[in-house]
């Protein structure tokens, strides 16, 4: 089945920092992957979409210019959550599906955790 | 109106019993449902698809009701394993798009 591979799965660091974070589509071709953020019992909520080759689409409320989003290939997607400060602390997902309409599949996430 | 939404419970249960959640949403256009679980601190994982007719896989089964725009997730006989939060997903936009909208989820703990 469809594999989604999304790295590294736990950061802690000073803030400040800026975090880069990749999901991978490791059997199938993703023109759009997701990255959602999850807060402590909260639900998942949608960042923004990640488009091939062309400029991500942000959901209101996320700042663009904090999280940098490339999708450089038809299989990779990065987040760059930068300047990261204590707020940011939070457990990412990313996800992908090679068919619209199809279940979404997703990296195991990242919980990064800022100091 | 919440585009989706659910119950949060927590719905505690003995093993065993049967469970039953709900989930609703709001644009009637939607074209793909699913229910996902996410385990503590885990990404979501595909639980099953929602189709039409309804459909079942061992315990569970999935029931979709689009003139009342509902969607039901049934559990028998409840093990341990099924604790989780039960996420009702919508893909909100139709056939074209990939986008899906999550409920907030239901929270269920099976007790032994």
């Known amino acids: 089945g469809a594999v989604v591979s999304q790295h590294p799965s736990r950061v802690i660091c000073k803030s400040g920092t800026s975090v880069k974070i990749e999901c991978r589509s490791l059997d199938f071709q993703a023109t759009t992957m997701f990255w959602y953020r999850q807060f402590p019992k909260q639900s998942l909520m949608l960042m923004a979409t990640s488009n091939e080759g062309s400029k991500a689409t942000y959901e209101q409320g996320v700042e663009k210019d904090k999280f940098l989003i490339n999708h450089a290939s038809l299989t990779l997607s990065t987040l760059t959550v930068t300047s990261a400060h204590p707020e940011d602390s939070s457990f990412y997902i990313c996800?992908?599906?090679?068919?619209?309409?199809?279940?979404?599949?997703f990296g195991d996430g990242t919980r990064l955790s800022i100091l | 109106r919440k585009e989706v939404e659910q119950d949060p419970g927590p719905f505690n249960v003995p093993e065993g019993a049967t469970v039953a959640f709900n989930c609703t949403y709001s644009?009637?256009?939607?074209?793909?449902f699913f229910w996902y679980r996410q385990d503590c601190r885990k990404e979501p994982k595909l639980l099953m698809s929602v189709y039409s007719s309804g459909n079942e896989d061992g315990r569970f089964t999935a029931q979709l009701n689009r003139a009342s725009q509902y969607i039901s997730l049934l559990i028998r006989d409840s093990k341990l394993s099924d604790s989780a939060t039960y996420l009702c997903?919508?893909?909100?936009?139709?056939?074209?798009?990939?986008?899906?909208?999550f409920g907030k989820g239901t929270k269920l703990s099976v007790i032994p």
């Open positions: 644009n009637s256009a939607s074209q793909s």
């Open positions: 997903v919508v893909n909100h936009s139709g056939a074209g798009s990939y986008q899906l909208t």
């Open positions: 996800s992908a599906t090679p068919h619209s309409g199809q279940p979404q599949h």
